[in-house]
């Protein structure tokens, strides 16, 4: 009998391996280790939850263990993989009820996924302040926000849900006034999502702008938005730290304190890449577990996906860490085609990613930070221009910013950001097709993009872009 | 002292040339002849105007005679050129005044566009029937829709108008029920923008399917989408005939008769040619002037560019002729530099095309059409599928249909077409850009599309039918 092949965590990436590998080789077993009870949960659409424009914490779930088990994978929750014996092609199992044994494998794929840091934010033990990583968190969050009256239990509607904790925020005093600390995706999420639910909210960014990956124009737009929408944007102010002994009670920023009965601190999440430690496993950028092509570790047979792994990007070539969502979707797929013996590349990373912050969408991609294509070995000369979205004429025509980042000597696009309210965002996948084709300036700038009136004015912002940015290369 | 650059027609290309010439030589001059007296007007718009959606006709100029002659640009309305003389490099030109003279060119570009064909439909002469391709049309048109007391003569502001035309038609009767003949773009928009002014709408298409160009999937939802607000499709009915001596009365089809008092013939363009008939001049594709890939006739120093020009294709590397408005506004800028010392290539077309039917935003690109994919050398296999635009659990996830076209021996991506009511049309960027850069549907399916639950599933659309035609290509 073969050993079966073991995967370490379920969710997205590693349940997409296991499904890919079920329907590559049937004949095949495989396993799923997950050491906690949620499954195969929308990290991204948490926020939304909380915001109330999901009515179920149920509909976040994209597979019930049922339906896991249903493709014929061994799925089994509450059993913690705690350690690896690469050479032995064994991991040791721990399940809830403290009982270990070790499982052979045949090939391993470690989908450990990633943890919210809290850098000096200790949100332990102190009531209304969380972070928002797990399922776990969003319920509690919806729950505390809530009137102790007003809360409907029915929105926390899965068996899985801490219910305990559920019930211990539902029963609080709701909050009026919060604190987000971090600027980033989930910072700007945040922000929407507690406004919308009525809350004064405070949005605390160490750096001077919003949004860092998406460089300056998308920051700036999302500050003057959120700031439209009574969202109070304190940037260059690091939050020292929070306040309060058993419930929150104030941040600490600049010798100030403001009096808040919500934190939600969002800076940032680190790869669980503990697992493999001892095992002489490579870790690369950001502490994740180094892979190749094909999602391989330097160890025999074992692979990594998702939010604790490594992948290439487009644009360098290089190891990057970037954790996003169909990064460890599409990993995970290619990784379980190839152990069941149809070698798949997981494919590059373009750093492609978009944001909505309330009526602006955001994208990103590429290299857009001029330290970051500098030491990538370009010489980047970038432009941002306004255009309109439509056709001036035509009602709802938008002002879209996008800025295009080159490398000098070859013209080569090597990054782009877009903002507006009027479709931006998946403008982005444009520009991500083009940077992973290797597309130079020039020739974006004669790409044959849509026109028709309530779309596109006859030159789209992209190539609005693209002929002001091949000005500047041609000085 | 050098004779100018001479330019015959000032509409998109025409300008997009004289403006970029005088920019990049400005000690050079530059005539512009136009026989009419509209300039720089925005076809395209023509059907929002007649909706309603745009107040005044003169949003939809997009230059004025003053700023064109602001830019140093001699232009010259009422100016017909009736003949070009390729040896010794002069044209012919008619004064609307019935004068005649000849000018001497060092360079020359022949931008005179396309006309509306209307096949066996003669509607001058008949009251309430038109087609729709000039700007009087469209004035016209509005002034018949209204009822005569309401309507508001400001709407036609622009001193070019034929104000008799206009007056005549806002005279006569408001009309109840419209026939509009053909069921390509300008069928498909009229049909909205009638029903917007409270028509009763019959469209009437030849074949078998609305938007014969944008395949099978995007006619069949357009279809429904039509229905559904109320406009009645007969496809499979060639109209035989407008029927009425001064005031349409009918269309005649299938043996039948519908009562209608007001007709829109959109059947078609054809392109402008025949100023270069008899200088030996090459045509091609659809009867258009052959061009290069740098907007050059077979006639020495004669360029040809926009409605009336033929074009390379970007899938098949052929002659294609595609009347569109990038493609003109590009191809005349690109001839507007290399007239003035730096050449630049036209850029090929990849024949997107995006349209809107009420709710529905539909896109194409490339090849669609089994037969066309053939002619041109491929063996093509074809996938449609049916993804949500956003995270199913997010609000407003509709239903997209992506049709994917590729290559069975390359995998190469030859063609595609999108629909949709959320951000479908703009999302066809993604594949005109894929489609540029010769990418293969392995390729497309592993690009690193943007991923966020209000703008996109974690597989967008393009990449779920990038993986069932790859499933496809591998059997």
Redesign the interface.
């Known amino acids: 009998m073969t050993d079966p092949f073991v995967v370490v965590g379920a969710d997205?990436a590693g349940l997409s391996a296991a499904s890919k590998f079920r329907r590559e080789a049937p004949d095949h077993d495989v396993v799923v280790f997950e050491k906690g009870r949620w499954i195969s949960f929308?990290y991204?659409?948490m926020p939304?939850f909380i915001e109330g424009?999901?009515d179920r914490l149920s509909?976040?779930l994209s597979l019930s263990p049922s339906e896991v088990e249903g493709r014929g994978i061994d799925l089994r929750r509450g059993h913690e993989v705690v350690g690896v014996d690469a050479e032995e092609k064994r991991v040791s199992v721990r399940t809830a009820e403290g009982e270990t044994f070790e499982r052979a494998y045949s090939d391993l794929l470690v989908a450990t996924g990633g943890r919210a840091v809290t850098g000096p934010f200790d949100v332990r033990g102190i009531d209304g302040a969380f972070t928002l990583h797990d399922m776990d968190a969003a319920a509690a969050i919806d729950a505390y926000v809530a009137e102790p009256d007003a809360y409907d239990p029915g929105r926390a509607d899965v068996s899985a849900v801490d219910r305990d904790r559920v019930d211990r925020n539902a029963a609080m005093p709701a909050p009026e006034t919060a604190a987000i600390v971090g600027g980033g995706y989930v910072g700007v999420e945040m922000a929407e999502a507690l406004s919308g639910r009525g809350l004064d909210v405070h949005l605390f960014q160490r750096s001077e702008r919003l949004l860092p990956p998406f460089g300056e124009a998308v920051g700036e737009r999302v500050e003057t938005e959120l700031e439209g929408r009574g969202v109070t944007v304190h940037t260059g102010s690091p939050v020292g730290r929070l306040v309060g002994d058993d419930r929150i009670e104030a941040v600490a920023f600049d010798g100030e304190r403001l009096a808040v009965d919500l934190a939600v601190v969002g800076v940032g999440i680190e790869p669980n890449a503990e697992l493999l430690s001892g095992t002489g496993v490579e870790l690369g950028e950001g502490g994740a577990v180094r892979t190749d092509e094909y999602g391989r570790t330097n160890l025999p047979d074992v692979y990594a996906a998702g939010d604790c792994a490594t992948a290439i990007h487009?644009v360098t070539g290089e190891e990057a860490w970037m954790p996003?969502?169909?990064?460890a979707?599409?990993s995970g797929r290619a990784i379980g085609a190839t152990v069941a013996g149809d070698p798949t590349?997981v494919?590059?990373?373009?750093?492609?990613?978009?944001?909505?912050a309330f009526d602006q969408?955001c994208?990103r991609?590429g290299l857009l930070e001029e330290g970051a294509a500098v030491e990538a070995g370009f010489d980047p000369v970038s432009e941002t221009i306004t255009a309109g979205s439509r056709?001036g004429?035509?009602?709802g025509a938008a002002e879209t910013d996008v800025t295009l980042v080159a490398d000098r000597d070859t013209k080569r696009l090597i990054g782009g950001s877009i903002v507006g309210p009027d479709?931006a965002?998946?403008?982005?996948?444009?520009l991500?097709?083009?940077l992973?084709?290797d597309?130079t300036v020039p020739?974006l700038e004669?790409?044959?993009?849509?026109?028709?009136?309530?779309?596109?004015p006859?030159?789209?912002p992209?190539l609005v872009a693209a002929k002001v940015l091949n000005g500047s290369l041609e000085e």
Chains 1, 2 share one sequence.
């Open positions: 997205a929308a991204c659409g939304y424009r999901i509909n976040l487009a996003l969502g169909l990064t979707n599409r590349p494919g590059e990373i373009a750093g492609t990613a978009v944001v909505k969408e994208g991609v056709s004429y035509y009602p479709r965002a998946v403008r982005v996948n444009t991500a097709t083009a992973e084709a597309l020739e004669r790409l044959d993009l849509a026109y028709a009136p309530p779309f596109s006859v030159w789209d992209m």
